[in-house]
C-alpha cells in the first residue's frame, strides 16, 4: 500500500508540474500579445497626433489645395496601414482563445490531493515502524520461548536416553543462523561406553530409541490428546521394547496411542486390538477385540 499511494503521489507532482509549465507558457505568451497591443495602440496614437497636427497646420499656415489633399491622403493611407497591423494583432490574438483560469483551480486541487497523500504516506510510515518494532518484540519474545522450551525438552530428551540404554546422554543444541527461522536443532547422544555422536553415526536401531526419546520428551512438555505410531518399534530388540510398551502405559493416562505392529510384545501389552483378516470368499473384515474385557471374561470363566 505504501508503494502505491507512493507511485499516485509521483504521478500527481508529475502531472502539476505539467500544468505548471502550461500556465507558464500560456501566461507568457498572454504578455506577449499584450505588449505588442499597447505598441500598436502607442503607434496609432502618435499617428492621430501627427495628423491632427498637420491639419491643424494646413488650416492655419496653408490653403487647402489637391496637393495638401493628395498629401493627407498619403498620410492616411499610413494610418490605414497601422490599422490594418492593428487588427491583424487582434485577429492573432482572438485565435490564441482564452487562457485556462480553470487552471489554478486544478493545480489548487492536485496540491490539496498531494497534501493529503503525503499525510496518508506518514501514517502508513508510522504504522510500519510500529509493526516493525513489535514484530521486533515478538522476535526476541519467540526466541526466549523457544529457548526455554528447548531447555526442558533436552533435561527430558537425557531422561529418556538413560532410560532406555541404562544410562548414556542425550543432548539438544540450537544450531546457529542469522535468525531464529535460520537455525536448526542438533541432536547428539552420548551411548554408555561410548563418546558423543550424531544421528549419522548411530545403527537403524538407535535411531529409532533417538527418534522415540525425542518424542516422549515432547509430550512430556505438552501431552498430545492422540498419537498415531507406526512400526517403530520394529528396530528394537525385546529388552527395548519392554521400555517402549512401559512408556506408553505411563503416558497412556494423558495420551491415546493407536500403534501399528506386528511385534508380539506390543500388542500383548495393547487394551484393545483390531486386525483384518480375509476369509475364503476373499472379502476383507475388521476384528477388534478388547483384551481386559477378554480378561475379565477369563476371570469369570
Keep these: 500500500a505504501l508503494a502505491e499511494w507512493h507511485q499516485r503521489r509521483q504521478a500527481l507532482l508529475q502531472q502539476r508540474d505539467d500544468l505548471d509549465q ?3 507558457i500560456a501566461t507568457q505568451r498572454r504578455q506577449a500579445v499584450a505588449d505588442e497591443l499597447h505598441r500598436c495602440e502607442m503607434r496609432l ?3 492621430e497626433a501627427e495628423r491632427t497636427a498637420l491639419e491643424r497646420r494646413l488650416a492655419e499656415e496653408f490653403n487647402v489645395t489637391p496637393e495638401v489633399a493628395h498629401s493627407a491622403a498619403q498620410q492616411v493611407s499610413q494610418k490605414q496601414a497601422a490599422l490594418d497591423e492593428l487588427e491583424r494583432v487582434r485577429r492573432e490574438l482572438a485565435q490564441m482563445g482564452d ?5 489554478l483551480d486544478e493545480h489548487e486541487r492536485l496540491t490539496a ?3 493529503f497523500l503525503d499525510t496518508q504516506v506518514a501514517d502508513l510510515e508510522s504504522a510500519k515502524a510500529t509493526l516493525l518494532s513489535q514484530l521486533s518484540s515478538l522476535e526476541q519474545q519467540f526466541r526466549e520461548r523457544f529457548r526455554a522450551v528447548l531447555d526442558q525438552v533436552n533435561e ?5 536416553v538413560h532410560h532406555f540404554w541404562r544410562g548414556g546422554e542425550g543432548r539438544l543444541s540450537l544450531t546457529e543462523g542469522t535468525t531464529l527461522a535460520d537455525s536448526g536443532v542438533e541432536v547428539r547422544v552420548r551411548l554408555p561406553g ?3 555422536q550424531d544421528l549419522m553415526a548411530l545403527s537403524g536401531g538407535e535411531k529409532a530409541i533417538v527418534g522415540l ?3 516422549f520428551a515432547l509430550l512430556k512438555i505438552n501431552p498430545a490428546p492422540f498419537v498415531l505410531l507406526d512400526e517403530v518399534e520394529s528396530p528394537l530388540d ?3 521394547t519392554d521400555r517402549f510398551v512401559a512408556l506408553l502405559r505411563e503416558f497412556a493416562d494423558r495420551t491415546q496411542f493407536i500403534v501399528i505392529t506386528h511385534n508380539p510384545v506390543t500388542v500383548q501389552a495393547a487394551d484393545h486390538l483390531y486386525g483384518v483378516t480375509m476369509e475364503d470368499d476373499g472379502i476383507s473384515r475388521v476384528l477388534s477385540l478388547s483384551l481386559r474385557e477378554a480378561l475379565a471374561w477369563a476371570e469369570r470363566q
Excluded: Y
Aim: include cysteine; aromatic fraction near 4%.
Design 113 to 115: 490531493r498531494i497534501a
Design 238 to 240: 525385546d529388552a527395548n
Design 194 to 196: 561410548k563418546a558423543e
Design 156 to 160: 527430558h530428551f537425557n531422561a529418556m
Design 213 to 215: 526419546c525425542l518424542l
Design 45 to 47: 496614437a502618435e499617428a
Design 22 to 24: 502550461q500556465l507558464t
Design 99 to 103: 487562457v485556462r483560469l480553470g487552471v
